[in-house]
């Protein structure tokens, strides 16, 4: 299966917990065969605070759905997350984007993740690394979403992987 995950973060040195993430990821989710550039993004939601650092992955796993989401979550709190405030800072935002084209709409998972279309700092890096993925319930591509986005949160390039 290959699962799209969204990481983000403003709180400490986003760049080094996303490079202390990657191993955790391969050790519990599955192997990273594709990193987006990092982007710089402005607050999103609680704009009161401090720019966000935005990637999106493509990981090859073996787990079913709940168990990514398991997954993820331990590694958000091993690397300090605590879940206080509802779009507040954070050190590290792990978030399911797609699992191929699957539909999920259980009480603690959606897939895809509801608000894709609505937030440049996911569709940016998606289409610069599967610009030709289909929503699975639009049925449009990353590029498409983009295109067609009314978000207009500053996204800016920080490094190319």
């Not at 969204?6 to 990273?32: D, H, R, W």
């Not at 605070?49 to 989401?69: C, G, K, R, S, Y």
Request: glycine share 4%; hydrophobic share 40%; charged share 20%.
């Amino acid at each position: 299966m290959h699962v799209f995950l969204s990481l983000g973060g403003n709180l400490g040195n986003t760049q080094e917990i996303f490079e202390a993430c990657y191993p955790m990821i391969e050790n519990k989710v599955g192997a990273i065969l594709q990193q987006s550039s990092l982007y710089r993004t402005a607050a999103w939601g609680l704009q009161d605070q401090a720019d966000f650092t935005n990637q999106v992955i493509l990981v090859e796993t073996t787990l079913n759905p709940h168990t990514i989401l398991t997954e993820i979550q331990a590694i958000e709190k091993a690397l300090g997350r605590e879940r206080t405030i509802t779009w507040g800072p954070r050190t590290l935002d792990l978030d399911i984007l797609f699992i191929d084209q699957q539909i999920i709409q259980t009480t603690d998972l959606q897939v895809p993740h509801p608000r894709i279309q609505d937030r440049k700092f996911v569709l940016i890096p998606m289409e610069e690394i599967a610009g030709n993925f289909k929503h699975p319930v639009f049925n449009k591509s990353m590029i498409e979403l983009l295109e067609e986005t009314t978000d207009e949160t500053a996204v800016s390039l920080i490094l190319n992987p």
